[in-house]
């Protein structure tokens, strides 16, 4: 019999740092259980490989959203990582923890012991960001974080100084005191290499004998009797296998995939499992649902001086950033694309930013908005100028296909069904135009030629806000943390509603969506986890 204490579903953002963390203690044995593979690839470690990346089945789910009716009937492409590492391992590395109001409205929302006091520690213990520890900041922790700015297109300048110009301060650290401002985007990399939550997590502790990694196991079920958890069943090289758990089950398999395995495993919505013939084990009806998601629009403009499009798109410039990168691990390939940009508030009477602002100086207009071409740019100098929503609430499913583990779950994102979103958005591209017309970017910037000078009245940039809004990937809160069992799915010590023995720990135990992007808050989930697993046990 194969038994551990604890067993770990999902080697993302959130499950790398509990297999880390249960298994620091050495009487803890750890199971960690992965669906893809080796995360030791060249286009996974190289920061700009998320290009790639974006559309590898190797090391990718590839979902495929049902059509929303208010986004212009479109169904979106949601990569997510499959993949030691999980997302964190093919994103786009910028590191934005949150606005601290963020978690004083996740404890307000009936959660004790998430509010920003009481996360504040697991954001500095999980972090080493560049410039050192201050009382904000992390100087120890696993996870490597990048100050780039003396890296980045000259373009920011004008970025930053233009946003100056209409009003918005500048921000040195918006993971220090304060959130609202612009600067340069920190991001997850180290010496020019991606800092997943892998190599962060568990590459440094490749030895301990007390924590087994399987990889390529997808968990198909959580094993469940009276009500309590007690071991997972997965599928590796066709065969069905089992594992034990002694003390807990933790399911950190992501917002997609966490709810999904509860509604195999027989917890969800009745009418739901009905449908899909999978016995009901314990009702909950909040599992797969509230989801949200944070939603981009860009603006594309042409560009006075050469921007990453003139380095990137010549063969000759691939073949250049190419040799430079792995002599040097420095360039634009060592970078994001998302490279300075900010929180605002469009309105004064806002508590927190609802726009988070985007600055790239490159453009990759002509392809398919499902498509991310970084190393194949339009074939001119351009840049872009784009934003995302902060507190979307439009609010979406996913659920259960089929009881075929290997059939993806129906994933409804509802994108812009609820008006105060397409309201934000609005405001937030207005907030675009005024940044382009400033004299900091009049003798850089050319002609906008997305949406283009014809599209003016607020009809038409709705319009165009619909037909080309496209998810920022941060999807969370199907198996939202909160006080009734009803609405949700885990109490705030992260425990399942019902089931003994088993907790949800990823993005999909949010209340609600952060103010900016989520794989920081993520890992700080993964942090706080650990410490209320190891606590209980301590308790029992
Ligand atoms: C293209 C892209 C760009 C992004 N850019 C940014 C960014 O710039 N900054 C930022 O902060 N955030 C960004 N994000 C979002 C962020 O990376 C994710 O929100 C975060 O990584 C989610 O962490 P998680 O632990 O919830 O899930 P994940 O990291 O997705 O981990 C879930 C893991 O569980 C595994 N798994 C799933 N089902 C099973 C199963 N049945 N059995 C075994 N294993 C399973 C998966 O393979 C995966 O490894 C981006 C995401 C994407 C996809």
Redesign the pocket.
């Known amino acids: 019999m194969t038994e551990y204490d604890y067993i770990v579903?999902?080697?993302?953002?959130?499950?790398c740092v509990i297999a880390n963390r249960l298994s620091q203690d050495f009487s803890n044995k750890v199971l960690l259980?992965?669906?893809?593979g080796s995360d030791r690839r060249f286009f996974v470690q190289m920061p700009i490989g998320?290009g790639v990346t974006?559309h590898q089945k190797a090391v990718n789910?590839m979902y495929m959203t049902e059509p929303s009716p208010d986004a212009d009937n479109k169904p979106s492409y949601w990569?997510?990582?499959?993949?030691?590492?999980?997302?964190?391992s093919?994103?786009?590395?910028?590191?934005?923890r949150g606005n601290p109001k963020d978690f004083d409205e996740w404890s307000d929302m009936g959660n004790p012991g998430w509010s920003y006091q009481d996360v504040l520690p697991y954001f500095k213990r999980m972090e080493s960001w560049q410039n050192g520890a201050d009382s904000y900041r992390g100087g120890k922790g696993p996870l490597k974080v990048s100050e780039v700015t003396n890296q980045l297109h000259p373009l920011c300048k004008n970025f930053l100084s233009a946003a100056q110009e209409i009003g918005i301060n500048l921000n040195r650290d918006m993971n220090g005191e304060k959130q609202e401002g612009v600067g340069n985007y920190q991001i997850t990399t180290h010496r020019g290499q991606r800092m997943s939550?892998s190599r962060a997590y568990l590459w440094p502790i490749k030895g301990r004998t007390n924590l087994t990694v399987i990889k390529n196991?997808?968990?198909?079920r959580v094993l469940i009797k009276d009500k309590k958890a007690y071991g997972v069943e997965?599928l590796k090289s066709g065969k069905t296998q089992q594992v034990f758990a002694k003390c807990e089950v933790i399911l950190?398999?992501?917002?997609i995939?966490s709810p999904q395995?509860l509604q195999l495993s027989g917890v969800g919505p009745k009418s739901i499992l009905e449908q899909a013939s999978v016995p009901l084990i314990h009702e909950s009806p909040a599992v797969g649902e509230n989801l949200q998601d944070h939603l981009g629009v860009s603006y594309f403009y042409k560009s006075k001086v050469p921007t990453l499009n003139d380095q990137l798109r010549p063969v000759l410039g691939k073949i250049y950033q190419g040799l430079r990168y792995i002599f040097t691990r420095s360039g634009p390939l060592s970078l994001?694309v998302?490279q300075s940009g900010g929180f605002i508030r469009t309105r004064n009477d806002l508590e927190k930013p609802n726009i988070q602002l985007y600055f790239s100086p490159v453009s990759y207009s002509l392809e398919s908005p499902d498509k991310r071409a970084m190393m194949s740019p339009d074939p001119f100098s351009a840049m872009l100028l784009g934003i995302s929503n902060c507190s979307p609430r439009s609010r979406g499913s996913v659920r259960l296909r089929s009881s075929d583990?290997l059939k993806s779950p129906i994933i409804k994102p509802n994108y812009l069904s609820h008006k105060d979103d397409v309201t934000d958005l609005l405001e937030g591209v207005k907030v675009i135009r005024r940044l382009a017309q400033t004299n900091s970017f009049s003798d850089v910037i050319g002609e906008e030629f997305r949406p283009g000078p014809d599209c003016q009245s607020d009809e038409q940039m709705i319009q165009h806000i619909k037909e080309t809004v496209w998810t920022v990937?941060?999807p969370?809160s199907t198996c939202r943390m909160g006080p009734d069992p009803t609405k949700n799915v885990v109490d705030s010590r992260l425990k399942v509603y019902g089931i003994e023995s088993l907790r949800v720990a990823?993005?999909?135990i949010f209340p609600k969506l952060v103010c900016g992007?989520?794989?920081?808050a993520?890992i700080m989930v993964?942090e706080k986890a650990s410490d209320l697993i190891l606590q209980d046990k301590v308790n029992v």
């Open positions: 579903v999902g080697a993302g953002s959130a499950g259980l992965e669906a893809g998320y974006y789910w990569p997510r990582g499959k993949v030691m590492g999980g997302s964190s093919i994103n786009a590395m910028v590191y934005v939550a196991a997808l968990a198909s997965y950190s398999a992501g917002s995939n395995l994001s998302n583990p990937f941060h969370s990823d993005a999909s992007n989520i794989n920081a993520t993964g």
